[in-house]
């Protein structure tokens, strides 16, 4: 299961300079590793991409096989 990081699974806001995370996201990835492998790809730099997860609990961060970014 491929899966986009910016604004589906966090939005950040730029105005505030607040992350967030969808509702739910952490608990849909820690269902879905049991049925698929889990890519998130990004756009964004590999500093981004590690600050973004950041936010993330570690099961949900354990969950993804693999990160994709710039």
Known sequence: ???DLDETLIHYNDRK???GLRPAVE???RLMEKFYEIVIFTA???DYT???FSFFDK???NAISYKLCR
Do not use: D, N, R
């Open 1 to 3: 299961m491929v899966l």
């Open 17 to 19: 300079g607040i992350m």
């Open 27 to 29: 608990s849909f990835l």
């Open 44 to 46: 964004a730099t590999e």
């Open 50 to 52: 590690e600050w973004a």
């Open 59 to 61: 099961e949900a961060v």
